[in-house]
């Protein structure tokens, strides 16, 4: 645990302390990520933007628990989850993580409501619980009428929705997004966009990465990463 | 909402109670092996063959030396048994002018004597002499084997008693034209008809019926009793047909001299048997220039009926384990493509939040729930096989109750050891690369 102080860690759902990440392919050291320093507060709604290859995934990797940085701290909820262990980290991610995907990734064998609750299920709630809650979840992204359906029966907007319903299941302290509305036509697409609103005004924090300027524009705040370095940090 | 989320999660984990766990997962399994039939099918069929033969094969086995091992204790674990046997010698010897000699060869009324007396442990002996002879009842007729003994014969080869009484030493003593008839022969000759104080011939003799036995010996060649038997008093024999046994064949007369066909010797505990009947050997080879004699000790082929029971279980087991091997790998083979087929789903269960251990359970349920079908499968063909082959053969099939619970025991050991290296590799798998695979 970090000595700072206990009112300033409370506020900040997520804080990066000079993060670094290199790879190494073929002998040859890469630095994904070069020291990054930034922290977000809980209720903001955030856009990383950059361009391929910047370390925009990297970061988004990290952020979400996927992958841990070579050097560096990174406090979650007020717990520093840079040196955990994979069962800890995927504990984490359970619990405090909330992940929206470009394509979506639904079970595909599983039906809507079933994908709802598999997050749930992984925390051990109760079947008669998982069920109520889910339904709630279905109705808050207006998908109730597809309860039963396999993710394939499914437009892209309908499945963005049920994976905003399986990112809210454990009522994480952090929404991810990466890239929603990339495999969505424009319309759909501000329909997502107004359901991430319709969140954050519900007191959601928020992280979405992105590289269309239109999609970061939603967000309140940016970020914009360049060559694993932040290039600008805007409130 | 908030509360219960952040405080109760990592007791809600512990709490869990084992189905509602496992449940989800076998769900799951089962939904995955009804999706792909056919491919799940043809995974199981090594299951089934493998599990159906366990079970066919030890019922089949089962049953065969269940009937093996009954008819030799029915021969009396006690018991050794000396035969006169025809030395072939002598076969050889006489064959120029057969017709005129008279063979003589076979056990003899001392030697009776001699372990009587000389033999430690011996509780009872008991002679016998067997000639056949046409019995006549009215215009019936068979060819029945005429048993000279001594009433302890019925003692030392026991048989449960159906009607009238054994022979006893009062008829003995007075050679009394009384005869025990077996099951069969009073069947055969007397009918329907009251079968005590009837009167039938034995040879050119008259003799009573004053009981009847079951005959149990099951076809076994080396039984003192066989189906159609006619038990007269030794001395009645020995006054009626004498001790030469002459038959008329083509050319001539063939003849033989044997004074005693049989020699029953009852130890008095089973440990004494097998010390008995090598004393018993040594001492009769004394007297016996020719080996005209041979011992059969039921003990021993008993032993010998269950070592190669044994033998036929370990054979049994190679058999099972190496079709149960190639079941394994089959599911295995099937599991490892499931893994790279649904890696996806594994990536995005990881990136959500599941442990490594969720992964693996995942997929090994998944596993047992193809080799427990298949295991399931197997013993339905495992049972059904020994019911067909006692209906179209007739022969004793006895299905272990304990060979279905090993069969299941199998199923779900080749499940978790089958399905542990793919399911390892599932979990292994970086939910990065995972959730970017196509």
Not at chain 1, 101 to 127: A, C, D, K, R, W
Not at chain 1, 197 to 221: N, R, Y
Not at chain 2, 190 to 213: K, N, P, S, T, W
């Amino acid at each position: 645990m970090d000595s700072g102080n206990k009112k300033h860690e409370e506020a900040e759902v997520v804080r990066l302390k000079n993060v670094e990440r290199y790879y190494t392919v073929g002998g040859e050291t890469v630095k994904a990520l070069d020291g990054v320093s930034f922290s977000i507060k809980r209720g903001q709604y955030w856009a990383i933007m950059g361009p391929s290859g910047s370390g925009k995934s990297t970061l988004l990797n990290i952020l979400g628990c996927l992958d841990r940085p070579t050097s560096g701290e990174y406090w979650l909820n007020g717990t520093n989850v840079a040196h955990m262990d994979d069962d800890r980290l995927s504990d984490h991610r359970l619990k405090n993580l909330g992940f929206i995907f470009q394509s979506f990734h639904l079970v595909p064998q599983l039906t809507v409501l079933e994908n709802i609750e598999m997050p749930m299920f992984y925390l051990g709630i109760p079947q008669a619980e998982r069920t109520r809650r889910a339904k709630e979840l279905a109705e808050k992204v207006e998908m109730s009428h597809r309860l039963s359906h396999l993710p394939m029966e499914l437009s892209g907007g309908q499945r963005q929705r049920v994976a905003v319903a399986r990112a809210l299941a454990n009522n994480p302290a952090v929404l991810l997004a990466d890239e929603p509305t990339g495999n969505l036509d424009s319309k759909t697409s501000v329909q997502i966009m107004e359901l991430f609103k319709e969140l954050h005004e519900q007191g959601k924090t928020i992280i979405l990465v992105t590289h269309e300027v239109d999609i970061a524009d939603f967000a309140k705040s940016r970020i914009v990463v360049k060559d694993g370095k932040i290039l600008e940090c805007r409130e | 909402m908030e509360k219960f989320l952040n405080a109760e999660n990592d007791n809600r984990m512990k709490k869990m109670s084992f189905f509602s766990f496992y449940y989800p997962f076998i769900k799951l399994g089962v939904t995955d092996v009804w999706r792909h039939k056919t491919r799940s099918f043809l995974t199981m069929l090594g299951m089934v063959f493998g599990v159906g033969s366990v079970i066919a094969m030890l019922a089949v086995g089962e049953g065969a030396s269940h009937q093996a091992l009954e008819s030799i204790r029915r021969l009396g674990s006690q018991n050794i048994i000396l035969s006169s046997v025809k030395p072939t010698s002598d076969n050889e010897a006489s064959g120029v002018s057969k017709s005129a000699q008279l063979a003589m060869y076979g056990l003899l009324n001392d030697d009776n004597l001699r372990i009587r007396e000389t033999i430690a442990g011996v509780e009872d002996v008991v002679p016998a002499r067997m000639v056949r002879r046409n019995a006549r009842f009215n215009e019936r007729r068979i060819e029945l084997r005429v048993v000279e003994t001594v009433p302890t014969w019925f003692d030392v080869v026991p048989r449960p008693v159906l009607a009238g009484r054994v022979l006893t030493q009062k008829d003995l003593d007075a050679n009394a034209n009384v005869c025990v008839l077996t099951e069969f022969g009073v069947r055969k000759l007397l009918a329907a008809r009251r079968m005590i104080g009837q009167c039938v011939r034995l040879g050119q003799e008259v003799f009573e019926v004053v009981g009847v036995v079951k005959n149990e010996s099951g076809g076994n060649v080396r039984a003192p009793d066989s189906e159609a038997d006619a038990y007269i008093p030794m001395s009645t024999g020995a006054k009626v047909f004498g001790v030469a046994n002459i038959r008329y064949v083509s050319g001539g007369m063939e003849g033989e001299r044997v004074e005693l066909s049989q020699i029953i010797v009852k130890m008095n505990s089973i440990s004494v048997v097998e010390a008995g009947a090598k004393a018993i050997e040594a001492m009769l080879k004394r007297f016996h220039k020719k080996p005209d004699f041979k011992i059969d000790v039921p003990l021993s082929l008993l032993r010998e009926a269950e070592k190669t029971k044994r033998t036929y279980n370990i054979v049994l087991g190679a058999i099972a384990g190496i079709s149960l091997l190639v079941g394994g790998i089959g599911i295995m083979n099937i599991m490892l493509a499931s893994v790279t087929e649904r890696t996806r789903e594994i990536g995005i269960r990881r990136a959500i939040g599941a442990r490594k251990s969720r992964i693996v359970i995942q997929f090994l349920i998944n596993t047992c729930v193809l080799s427990i079908t298949g295991g399931l499968v197997g013993l339905i063909v495992g049972v059904v096989i020994p019911i067909i082959i006692t209906v179209a053969t007739k022969m004793p099939t006895v299905i272990q109750p304990w060979s279905m619970g090993l069969a299941f025991g199998i199923s779900v050991a080749t499940g978790i050891v089958f399905g542990l290296y793919p399911a390892l590799r599932a979990a292994s798998l970086d939910p990065i690369e995972a959730l970017r695979h196509e």
